[in-house]
T-cell receptor, first 112, second 113 residues
Framework: RKEVEQDPGPFNVPEGATVAFNCTYS??????FFWYRQDCRKEPKLLMS???SGNEDGRFTAQLNRASQYISLLIRDSKLSDSATYLC?????????????FGTGTRLQVTL | GAGVSQSPRYKVAKRGQDVALRCDPI?????LFWYQQALGQGPEFLTY????????KSGLPSDRFFAERPEGSVSTLKIQRTQQEDSAVYLC???????????FGPGTRLTVT
């Protein structure tokens, strides 16, 4: 079983729609959680961190449920420019604290 | 300022050849990471340096993979006797002392024929 699991999609949604991505992780000792965005043939870039209290950045809302080991990302009012792969990322507590563990990514395609 | 740079951007190697991939981290970043991203997958950790010290190489898939960062800045990932399964994008990332965010380079796309 992979440490971080995501539905690979693709999610095809019309512009203006609300879309939600989910992710589960298996290491209960994981320390930090992130969503990264990766455009086609480009490098991953940090979208936002994820906190237990939930956090929002414009149209993006991230949520963490430590008890269920579940992370979510909600995108409201989707734009064409949101089309990308969204990578769920965890940072482990033990060993190399800084190593990032990525999910396979969820591909989003926003259409007119 | 300048971000993480990697060279070459693309590399085609015949099976059995040795390759060397270079990473120039953001100036002043003490931490440097290498990841391997196969097609349709997320990046997977290979190895980690803090300055010139290689603190974790647990992700290197075999002893054909070797990484170094002799002066604590530029790093080289070397793959000996390349195999087809080594075909992937090799991403380098660096971060500052607080290690909050890792900044990724554009990657080197390696194709082994």
């Amino acid at each position: 079983r992979k440490e971080v699991e995501q539905d690979p999609g693709p999610f095809n949604v019309p512009e203006g729609a609300t879309v939600a991505f989910n992710c589960t992780y298996s290491n209960s000792a994981s320390q930090s959680f992130f969503w990264y965005r990766q455009d086609c043939r480009k490098e991953p870039k940090l979208l936002m961190s994820v906190y237990s209290s939930g956090n929002e950045d414009g149209r993006f809302t991230a949520q963490l449920n430590r008890a269920s080991q579940y992370i979510s990302l909600l995108i409201r009012d989707s734009k064409l420019s949101d089309s990308a792969t969204y990578l769920c990322v965890v940072k482990p507590l033990t060993g190399t604290a800084s190593k990032l563990t990525f999910g396979t990514g969820t591909r989003l395609q926003v259409t007119l | 300022g300048a971000g993480v740079s990697q060279s070459p951007r693309y590399k085609v190697a015949k099976r059995g050849q040795d390759v060397a991939l270079r990473c120039d981290p953001i100036s002043g970043h003490v931490s440097l990471f290498w990841y391997q991203q196969a097609l349709g997958q997320g990046p997977e950790f290979l190895t980690y340096f803090q300055n010139e010290a290689q603190l974790d190489k647990s992700g290197l898939p075999s002893d054909r993979f070797f990484a170094e960062r002799p002066e604590g800045s530029v790093s080289t990932l070397k793959i000996q006797r390349t195999q087809q399964e080594d075909s992937a994008v090799y991403l380098c990332a660096s971060s500052s002392w607080d290690e909050y965010e890792q900044y990724f380079g554009p990657g080197t796309r390696l194709t082994v024929t």
